[in-house]
């Protein structure tokens, strides 16, 4: 039972390149969601999704997009990377009524 | 809209002293409470989370925390720290219709040994 599996885990990528973070969770979660962790300043809200085929916008979603086509996959995407996007990525999924789990994180820097 | 506070950002404690890091929340309604730990390098870690029933709850590695809703507050405590206790410190709450967790800022707890 892997939980919540990121990937990948480490990125660097150039000004206005583009790329998708995977999120794949197998524990059948309705609930999955999407944090960008930067110092001093916690973990803060990009999107989140409440079930399969639907996405809606958190705290700090500019820059990013999202898609959950499947149940298990939540999918955010930077189609034009800025060196503020540089952070660590952490997904999550839970179940109602049911704690968070969370995923070991994806590092992107972006020079 | 929710948030969570933390009042300190680094704390500095010397081994086998006791620790209290504040949380304080805004939210009206019924709220889920959570403390996780993130240690150099490594992603959060579940501490110990309040649902409902007794407030003072006891998580892993001898830490607790205590629901004041009339202060709206999760405190957590440990009477005697540890070097390995040094890690970052998030108090997390989520309620409403969606149940988003919203984080706090975290605390540093560096611990001298």
């Known amino acids: 039972n892997a939980g919540v599996t990121q990937t990948p885990k480490f990125r660097v990528l150039k000004t206005g390149q583009s790329m998708t973070l995977l999120c794949a969770q197998d524990m059948n979660h309705e609930y999955m969601y999407w944090y960008r962790q930067d110092p001093g300043m916690g973990l803060r809200l990009i999107h989140y999704?409440?079930?399969?085929?639907?996405?809606a916008k958190g705290e700090v979603p500019d820059g990013y997009n999202v898609s959950r086509l499947k149940k298990q996959n939540f999918l955010l995407g930077l189609e034009s990377a800025a060196p503020s996007q540089t952070s660590v990525y952490f997904c999550?999924?839970?179940?109602?009524?049911?704690?968070?789990?969370f995923g070991s994180g994806t590092r992107l820097t972006v020079v | 809209a929710q948030s969570v506070s933390q009042h300190n950002h680094h704390v500095i404690l010397s081994e086998a002293a006791s620790l209290e890091l504040g949380c304080n929340y805004s939210?009206?309604?019924?709220?889920?409470l959570f403390w996780y730990v993130q240690y150099p390098g490594q992603h959060l870690q579940l501490l110990l989370k309040y649902f409902s029933g007794d407030p003072l709850v006891k998580g892993i590695k001898g830490f607790e925390a205590e629901f004041i809703k009339s202060k709206f507050s999760f405190n957590l405590r440990k009477p005697s720290v540890q070097w390995s206790d040094t890690a970052e410190y998030f108090c997390a709450v989520n309620g409403g219709s969606q149940g988003n967790l919203i984080f706090g800022k975290g605390t540093k707890l560096s611990v001298k040994p």
């Open positions: 999550a999924s839970r179940d109602a009524g049911s704690g968070y789990t």
């Open positions: 999704s409440v079930g399969e085929g639907t996405t």
């Open positions: 939210y009206g309604g019924t709220v889920n």
